[in-house]
């Protein structure tokens, strides 16, 4: 199935963890510990790599805006002379 996936990886489950500091602050328990089990950050976890060993071509992870571009190009080309997936793991700002 040609499909290219361009990953929005924030290293974290942001929305678990906005959920979290709302529960924290209705029940007066810290904030700060809203994002213990949401953060995939330490180790930072390549969504490139777990790609590959489903046998997905990858591309990065990208962690600086001039490789995007070219990771993009790739993939492309990949997926439309290939026919087959590809992902693009691009890091980004935690929230």
Do not use: W
Request: one cysteine or more; hydrophobic letters at 40%.
């Amino acid at each position: 199935i040609p499909l290219l996936i361009v990953m929005h990886n924030n290293q974290s489950f942001y929305n678990s963890e906005e959920h979290g500091i709302e529960v924290a602050k209705f029940r007066s328990r810290p904030v700060e510990n809203a994002g213990i089990g949401t953060h995939v950050d330490d180790p930072a976890v390549s969504f490139a790599k777990v790609a590959e060993g489903f046998g997905v071509h990858a591309e990065g992870p990208i962690e600086r805006t001039a490789e995007l571009r070219p990771a993009l190009e790739r993939a492309l080309k990949f997926v439309k002379d290939k026919r087959l997936p590809v992902l693009v793991d691009v890091i980004c700002e935690p929230r």
